[in-house]
């Protein structure tokens, strides 16, 4: 894909969608956080629902509940026994290691249990504005799908993302590419039909209506 057409499918994302943001409910980084963390394999709208009840949320108050307090409030989630462990000892070290504050690089951040790179990613992009792209699925697949920066890994496409996303969208690509995997360009059956980008992409099975 050629720089010119990359930068109308960022403008066209823009145009629609001026300040995206993540669909996880939170008010703080450290909530953002847990958040994320809650979120693997599982959907944003079961993590908030479970967060509603949790939250607010401070790292004080989840090494207080520990990890059979915590676990009442997420047991609606997938895979909470371990998530509840992690959660309660990031927690932990959050206040032993950062005085209670959610750390702002990826080093320390990957230091954390149950936090990756995507994890890492999110946080950095989503709480203190920097401009890096967690891969998932959603993700993986679009920029695969449309050649926007294919790759074959995760690892590859965000590299990829970095070095061909031009640096005014950076910030808020991950937000756009994601929703768009999410509600237009989805596993199954891409919504090609209505898509605001179809013209530009070079996925060659297009779906018609």
């Known amino acids: 894909m050629n720089p010119?057409?990359?930068?109308?499918?960022?403008e066209r994302l823009r145009a629609a969608n001026p300040h995206p943001t993540t669909e996880l409910k939170y008010s703080t980084p450290f909530e953002l956080l847990v958040a994320v963390v809650l979120s693997a394999q599982a959907t944003d709208k079961s993590v908030n629902l479970a967060t509603a009840k949790l939250f607010p949320a401070t790292p004080e108050k989840i090494v207080k509940l520990g990890v059979a307090g915590l676990e009442e409030y997420i047991k609606s989630i997938g895979l909470y026994r371990t998530k509840a462990k992690n959660v309660v000892a990031l927690s932990k070290l959050v206040l032993e290691k950062h005085c209670g504050a959610v750390p702002q690089n990826r080093e320390a951040l990957e230091e954390l249990p149950g936090v990756g790179r995507k994890t890492a990613n999110v946080v950095l992009n989503t709480a203190f504005g920097q401009p890096t792209v967690a891969v998932d699925t959603h993700i993986f697949r679009v920029a695969n799908r449309t050649g926007i920066a294919p790759g074959k890994d995760p690892r590859e496409v965000e590299d990829r993302l970095?070095?061909?996303?031009p640096p005014e969208f950076l910030q808020d690509a991950h937000h756009w590419l994601i929703l768009h995997g999410r509600y237009v360009c989805i596993a199954r059956k891409p919504g090609c039909p209505e898509c605001l980008i179809r013209d530009l992409c070079e996925f060659k099975k297009k779906t018609k209506a």
């Open 4 to 10: 010119e057409k990359r930068r109308k499918i960022y």
């Open 162 to 165: 970095l070095k061909f996303t």
